[in-house]
Structure formats: C-alpha cells, structure tokens
C-alpha cells in the first residue's frame, strides 16, 4: 500500500510542478498549447508557443536543481525530439496553413524550495525521417 501512495505522491508533485510551470510561462509572454501531450514516443509535459516558436517543455523537480539535472537522460531528450517532431507533423497535415519555422525544447528544474532554473533550447535534435 506504501508504494502505491508513494506513486500517487510523486504524480501529484509531477502535476503542481506543471502547473508551477505553466504560471511562469504565463506570466513570461507563452501560449499553452497543451499539457501532459502523449504521443507514441513519449510524453511532452508543456507545449507552448512565444515569438513564432512553437516550445517542448520538459519539467523536472527534485530535491536540488542538480539532481533534477541529472535526471535528464539522453535516452528521455530523444523520446521528447521524437514526440515533438510526431506532433509538429500531425499538425501539419491537419492543418495545411500550419508551418512549424521555429521550435525547440526546452527544460525547466525545480527544487523543492521554490529555486527554478529555465533552460532555453537545452537540447537540439536532428529531424527524423521516420516519424
């Protein structure tokens, strides 16, 4: 029972350090597309739009921003590229006045103190040609 209330915790600390998030993007100019987004690849926690850039947001809370750091796999950032590029897609066919000019990823660590650090463009990805 212990494990399964530990889940519950960790998934509700996952959704308020989202919705933390969401409120610093808010107040910084970007406009949610979509939250939790799953996709085949993975799952992008924040999609969001500013400056004609459509934007992966990636949100880790740890104990320490250094942990949440180190948390980030490359394994995980090319599920993100996957996903991101899938959903940039989708788009794209669903919407032909749709064109994706300028995207990224980008990742936001928090501590359980309320410290955050954004990172704009962590990581680049190449463009798949097997989506």
């Known amino acids: 029972a212990y494990t399964c209330i530990q889940m519950e915790s960790n998934y509700i600390k996952g959704i308020n350090a989202e919705a933390r998030v969401v409120k610093i993007l808010l107040n910084s100019g970007y406009e949610?597309?979509?939250?939790?987004?799953?996709?085949?690849?993975?799952?992008?926690?924040i999609l969001a739009f500013k400056d004609n850039?459509?934007?992966a947001i990636?949100?880790?809370?740890r104990k320490t921003l250094e942990i949440a750091r180190e948390c980030l796999t490359n394994r995980q950032m090319h599920r993100i590229s996957k996903a991101l590029?899938?959903?940039?897609?989708?788009?794209s066919i669903e919407n032909s006045e749709f064109t994706?000019?300028?995207y990224r990823i980008d990742v936001v660590l928090l501590d359980r103190t309320g410290n955050y650090e954004y990172i704009i463009n962590a990581?680049?990805?190449?463009?798949?040609?097997?989506?």
């Open 100 to 102: 994706f000019e300028n």
């Open 53 to 55: 850039t459509i934007i």
């Open 85 to 91: 590029q899938l959903i940039m897609y989708q788009r």
């Open 32 to 45: 949610i597309l979509g939250r939790r987004i799953k996709t085949k690849y993975g799952e992008i926690d």
């Open 123 to 131: 990581f680049s990805f190449e463009a798949d040609t097997d989506i």
């Open 58 to 61: 990636e949100v880790k809370q």
